[in-house]
């Protein structure tokens, strides 16, 4: 099905319409999705463009842009053996302020990679006599997972500390802040839940082009075509070009899942700092499901970014990776410092993994 | 993170599925796309275990088929 959305011939005759359509004028286009990213640079996309127009990443990662605070804090439960923590192997070698969860699980704490949190519950039932605290993270894809496990009542044994964030409050953040964007590729997971709608305020209210986009190289391009050919004619819209897996409402039922256990919070962007309204926490009638309730976690802050590390400035598409001082260096893959080289995800770690074998423009 | 991938509908039991991930077969909750008449044989996206989305293949046809005059055009479209 999806063959001709690879086809090469097919992504380089949309890269020059984009060339003829933009004519020349500066065109900077910002994604928000780490698998855009990837997808991107994986296919040299950003090679075929002409060099007027720009495709740069923004917060799209959510491993990123978890606080250095939240991580110690979560170091700081595990090694005290009050209970056993459960996450993403995503999250494991982030760097906190003072330890990472690898490091912590060095040291002896019980810290469990789990593929989803249907794992972590499980788990939860197996072992009743110990407490579980799932660090859950996540953009809205994910936060409905949380939701509908927490939802069906899981032993309560077990509870979660919730990371999670909300992408658009994140651009209009970025837009408000007068970051300088044309337009948005609209992540296409996030997307399946919140659907096409969920940005059609941002882009009328701050006439910026957006287009939902898919992760092959045509659904890339034609994103930015469309994105290109709304502004030439002067409109800003949402084109739904996911159509195959995002509906206009989103996942409705997801949605509804969320909402039920979930309110949303200010909450602070590693690099970035506090956007309001961008945060889920528990809902007062789950907080026996709330890790900050049952083990007085309390509010945890605090960016914690590891010295010279400029992921902050990468986060906001103002650096590119390899701008970075530390760039290749002292920060790789294998010996991270700062958190957008860990995460598949990361911009950082992306741009490290085909730096050797693509020219940078 | 927010990595999801396609997968086919093998098997269904309540709210579970057996879902094959490029020939590897995997189990899926459908708890959240309970309201999307998911059956066998068609594709979902499963988001760390959960299927988030039914795929619909007339939609990436429908795509196609409108860009391939735009994409094409010489003059504005
Ligand atoms: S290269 Fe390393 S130190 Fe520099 S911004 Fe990226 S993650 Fe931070």
């Not at chain 1, 491993?63 to 459960?86: M, N, R, Y």
């Not at chain 1, 309001?276 to 802050?301: I, N, Q, W």
């Not at chain 2, 459908?30 to 007339?58: F, S």
Request: aromatic share 6%.
């Amino acid at each position: 099905m999806l063959a001709r959305y690879r086809d090469r011939g097919l992504v380089r005759t949309v890269a020059e319409r984009v060339a003829q359509v933009t004519a020349g004028s500066p065109l900077r286009i910002m994604h928000v999705c780490g698998t855009h990213e990837w997808a991107i640079t994986h296919n040299g996309l950003r090679e075929l463009l002409p060099r007027n127009v720009e495709v740069v990443a923004g917060p799209g990662c959510p491993v990123c842009v978890t606080p250095g605070g939240e991580i110690d804090a979560i170091c700081g439960l595990a090694l005290s053996g009050k209970a056993v923590v459960t996450t993403f192997g995503d999250v494991l070698r982030v760097p906190g302020a003072n330890r990472s969860l690898a490091e912590a699980k060095a040291s002896g704490a019980d810290i469990r990679v789990v593929y989803g949190v249907s794992d972590a519950v499980r788990m939860a039932s197996e072992e009743p006599e110990r407490d579980f605290v799932h660090f859950s993270i996540g953009f809205e894809t994910t936060a409905p997972t949380a939701a509908i496990e927490i939802m069906r009542f899981p032993p309560r044994n077990f509870s979660i500390f919730s990371s999670h964030k909300l992408i658009p409050p994140a651009m209009e953040y970025l837009l408000r802040s007068g970051a300088a964007i044309d337009g948005f590729i609209c992540p296409g997971h996030v997307s399946t839940i919140i659907g096409a709608k969920a940005y059609e305020g941002l882009a009328k209210e701050y006439s910026k082009p957006m287009a939902v986009a898919g992760f092959e190289p045509l659904d890339i391009m034609l994103a930015i075509l469309s994105i290109a050919l709304q502004r030439k004619r002067g409109v800003a819209q949402v084109y739904n070009e996911y159509a195959r897996a995002v509906r206009y409402l989103g996942n409705e039922l997801a949605l509804r899942a969320m909402e039920t256990v979930f309110v949303a919070a200010d909450a602070e962007w590693r690099g970035i700092g506090k956007i309001p309204g961008s945060g889920l926490k528990l809902r007062e009638e789950y907080s026996d499901f709330d890790a900050c309730v049952k083990h007085g976690m309390g509010t945890v802050g605090g960016g914690g970014m590891p010295q010279g590390c400029s992921c902050g400035e990468v986060l906001l598409g103002s650096l590119r990776p390899e701008e970075c001082p530390l760039f290749g260096g002292e920060c790789r893959p294998d010996r991270p410092v700062g958190p957008c080289m860990v995460s598949l995800e990361g911009t950082c770690a992306i741009a490290f993994k085909y730096s050797g074998l693509r020219g940078r423009r | 993170m927010c990595l999801a991938v396609p997968g086919k509908v093998v098997k269904i039991d309540g709210d579970r599925a057996e879902v094959d991930i490029g020939g590897i077969r995997r189990e899926a909750s459908l708890a959240l796309v309970a309201d999307q008449a998911v059956g066998v044989g068609d594709y979902v996206l499963i988001h760390t275990g959960y299927a988030i989305a039914k795929i619909d293949e007339q939609e990436a046809e429908a795509i196609l088929e409108a860009w391939s005059q735009v994409a094409s055009a010489d003059s504005d479209a």
